[in-house]
T-cell receptor
Framework: NAGVTQTPKFRILKIGQSMTLQCTQDMNHNYMYWYRQDPGMGLKLIYYSVGAGITDKGEVPNGYNVSRSTTEDFPLRLELAAPSQTSVYFC?????????????FGSGTQLSVL | GEDVEQSLFLSVREGDSSVINCTYTDSSSTYLYWYKQEPGAGLQLLTYIFSNMDMKQDQRLTVLLNKKDKHLSLRIADTQTGDSAIYFCAESIQGSASKIIFGSGTRLSIRP
């Protein structure tokens, strides 16, 4: 049982480059989330989705885009990478709203923008 | 605004009890969680408590909730080296798709 799988685990980008962080889950969860974790800080919600075809902004969406064409996949796109986007990114999923159900997390993507 | 605060570091001797504390500000929270993050891994739910409870015990783990003071604690009895990790406190709002507020995490280190 794979759970939530994120790729890549590590990536270094130059300023202005773009990339997509992949996230897939095999638990048939409707709810999926992208968080970023900065050193010494709690997780901040970037975007979330309550089902295929539906996405919504979280607390810190600027500089990111998402899509949810299938239940399984929730990729996060950085269009013009900036040093402020250096962070660890976590994808998560849940069977119901985050306020009611526990979150299952991927192992994270460590991104450095230089 | 909503906020969850934790101390950043805790060091305990192997075999002693660890107590990790957390304070939160949103009185409408319904669940309070403790997540554990081991090196190189994502967060895993360790335990949780419903906001109308005072205490929850699960083997070596005891969660205490003081709703009046908005204070949550996690006690780990007989702390082992495998308990070394970062522990995140979080609060949630019932029915909200997005309303989980995480603290900054407490790094627990174990001394021999």
């Amino acid at each position: 049982n794979a759970g939530v799988t994120q790729t890549p685990k590590f990536r270094i980008l130059k300023i202005g480059q773009s990339m997509t962080l992949q996230c897939t889950q095999d638990m048939n969860h409707n709810y999926m989330y992208w968080y970023r974790q900065d050193p010494g800080m709690g997780l901040k919600l970037i975007y979330y989705s309550v089902g295929a075809g539906i996405t919504d902004k979280g607390e810190v969406p600027n500089g990111y885009n998402v899509s949810r064409s299938t239940t399984e996949d929730f990729p996060l796109r950085l269009e013009l990478a900036a040093p402020s986007q250096t962070s660890v990114y976590f994808c998560a999923s849940s069977s119901g709203p985050a306020g009611d159900e526990k979150l299952f997390f991927g192992s994270g993507t460590q991104l450095s923008v230089l | 605004g909503e906020d969850v605060e934790q101390s950043l570091f805790l060091s305990v001797r192997e075999g002693d009890s660890s107590v990790i504390n957390c304070t939160y500000t949103d009185s409408s929270s319904t669940y309070l969680y403790w997540y554990k993050q081991e090196p190189g891994a994502g967060l895993q739910l360790l335990t949780y408590i419903f906001s109308n409870m005072d205490m929850k015990q699960d083997q070596r783990l005891t969660v205490l909730l003081n709703k009046k003071d908005k204070h949550l604690s996690l006690r780990i009895a007989d702390t082992q080296t495998g308990d070394s990790a970062i522990y995140f406190c979080a609060e949630s709002i019932q029915g909200s798709a997005s309303k989980i507020i995480f603290g900054s995490g407490t790094r627990l280190s174990i001394r021999p």
